[in-house]
């Protein structure tokens, strides 16, 4: 029954059915990769000092397919269109990330504005929390945080909620500090690797 399975997630740690099916893929992904070093997630080991150029795009390009593919397999479009509902209504607008992620609020800011949203993007925590503490209601912060551990992200999501703007964050781990601070939140699919092929296919997803 769907209470039995609501039990079950809750019970190994997740908050519902999305989540558990994301992990489950991830870890089908996982094994054919294992399995399948053509067509898994082998080909987005990481690259290599001895890799030739040749090699390096197809790794490269690899993760960035997969990246998208998986991401969008697994997407709740209910909580999708939530957000989009929250964006398209909202009188201001905030995106923020740190590290990598910040270019994925840049870019998200820039579509915004392109789309007529009263968007912006603030780069540093102490401008992030001094624009959130004149958010209300009307307002939506959209975060960015691939492993939703990033400490100003969490700080900038709580303190926006604390002025009753609406929240959402867009991370891969449904889990993570971020994710619960957030109202709505957009799951991606992506493994992270050392060198650019996981930065770029993290920020694509």
């Known amino acids: 029954s769907e209470a039995t399975v609501t039990r079950f997630c809750r019970t190994i740690g997740l908050r519902g059915y999305a989540q558990l099916r994301l992990r489950l893929a991830a870890s089908a992904e996982r094994h054919r990769g294992e399995s399948d070093p053509e067509g898994g997630m082998a080909m987005l080991g990481d690259i290599d000092p001895t890799d030739t150029v040749a090699e390096i795009v197809r790794k490269v390009s690899h993760a960035d397919t997969r990246a998208v593919e998986l991401t969008l397999s697994h997407l709740d479009v209910g909580v999708l269109e939530a957000a989009v509902g929250h964006l398209a209504a909202a009188r201001r607008i905030l995106t923020f ?6 270019t994925a609020a840049m870019d998200a800011a820039t579509k915004l504005t392109l789309s007529d949203r009263a968007a912006i993007v603030v780069h540093d925590i102490h401008g992030a929390l001094m624009t959130t503490s004149l958010f209300g209601a009307d307002d939506v912060v959209l975060v960015f945080s691939h492993s939703g551990r990033a400490r100003e992200v969490v700080d900038v999501l709580q ?3 604390l002025r009753g703007a609406a929240t959402i964050a867009v991370t891969s ?3 993570s500090p971020a994710a619960r601070a957030a109202d709505h939140v957009l799951l991606t699919a992506v493994r992270e690797l050392r060198f650019r092929s996981g930065g770029v296919a993290s920020r694509m997803a």
């Open 97 to 102: 990330g740190v590290a990598s992620s910040a």
């Open 159 to 161: 303190a926006a909620r």
């Open 173 to 175: 781990d449904p889990s």
